[in-house]
DNA sequence: TAGATTGTTAATCGATTAACAATC
DNA sequence: TAGATTGTTAATCGATTAACAATC
């Protein structure tokens, strides 16, 4: 329903910590909140959140401000976590075990169909009740359980040939754990983790600050 | 060396991902690189790359454009990946397991030298050579083995606590996998990995193409 | 009603892109 | 030298914050 203006990446990168936030307050039991006190618990300003919000729509009251269950839905379903997601993991190492077995997601509407590796030895190997399956019928399973997205936690020399081939198969998004970036179709929606990355900016600011605290 | 200017967090973001097609072309043997033909590999715009390395100095040279082996070693300096930084993993599941089994980050400079839970199953349990310890003596170790980064691999509810002890302990840096903000003094650096607000954003890209797709 | 707080416009701030003189 | 490409200034674009009228 938002019409046509387009959201930017920065409000969109916002929205799950809202959700977030919103959940942990309906939990509390809390029912209303204001721009100003979610600001503060946030440590965000209270002009971010509503300026945010609103390219969405209107979904506070003047003078009362939000209810808590009904924003939270909202957002979730501007999330698109108001429906189901059928995902393959595709790499059962640590990496691809990790996830199959943090079952929050499948909490979310995330539905992990299928584990898929290509070493014979993890073949059949049992992870949260799911078999482990050899690449060679994934083109079939994609189309038979209509699976929208793959995640990759694969070494990156196999990650680009591995994207190429489930999206051939239908897939249309893909949560890459590789160390690269892939190169596929512009339609094709790619959301990346790059833990490296992460530790590499977590250094830098460590480098940055005993620069300061040395002089 | 980089004076007084304040790098943006944008370009600090942008910087790894230097550093990684760097490292690729590095490898490849190609020995100097114009901000153009970088830009036209990594889809963004020269200007945008000189305008990033700007901020740190003049790494190249009108007419030639940039000696991609020095530009590399720079960028690691910047980075602060010149040294090593002594690492441990706080929660042995799989996702823990998965960090202290991908050698590529010690490879980087991040040492991981010690490997701890709670759960008195896993004691002693080895993970690449290294026993899983108990958290009763994480404090001494950490002061012991002059300990810079704490990682947390560990549930949300167990988070807070345990990041403020470590903090305590003589941790300068916490790279949080758990799935809530911590809570820690100014001066602790935390640089957080939420997997499922990763998700979140796929999804909002899936549920927003469709919606485009249908009109 | 009076007080509170939103939705929204305007002002500010920051980041990106364009342009070009400097220079290898 | 002529051509290429940087470093850097200026122009543009976008995001954040401030302010306030609308209204519950």
Redesign the pocket.
């Known amino acids: 329903m938002q019409g046509t203006k387009k959201i930017?990446?920065?409000?969109i990168k916002r929205l799950p910590r809202y959700y977030r936030y919103l959940g942990e307050l309906v939990e509390g039991g809390v029912q209303r909140?204001?721009?100003?006190?979610l600001s503060s618990r946030m440590k965000?300003?209270?002009?971010?959140i509503?300026?945010d919000?609103?390219n969405f729509g209107?979904?506070?009251?003047?003078?009362?401000?939000?209810n808590v269950k009904y924003l939270y839905d909202e957002i979730g379903k501007i999330l698109g976590i108001d429906r189901t997601h059928n995902m393959i993991i595709i790499g059962a190492g640590n990496l691809g075990q990790a996830i199959v077995n943090y079952t929050d997601f499948e909490k979310r509407g995330f539905l992990i169909k299928g584990v898929f590796d290509n070493d014979p030895q993890l073949e059949g190997k049992e992870i949260r009740g799911m078999r482990v399956r050899m690449m060679n019928g994934i083109t079939e399973f994609i189309r038979d359980n209509n699976i929208e997205i793959a995640t990759l936690t694969i070494p990156k020399n196999a990650a680009k040939e591995v994207s190429s081939l489930v999206v051939q198969a239908g897939v249309r998004a893909i949560w890459n754990f590789a160390h690269t970036d892939l190169n596929l179709p512009e339609n094709v929606i790619v959301e990346n983790v790059h833990l490296s990355e992460s530790l590499m900016r977590l250094s830098y600011t460590i480098a940055n600050r005993e620069q300061s605290e040395h002089e």
């Open positions: 930017s990446s920065a409000v909140i204001s721009s100003k006190e965000v300003t209270a002009s971010q509503r300026q919000l609103n209107g979904f506070g009251q003047q003078g009362y401000g939000y």
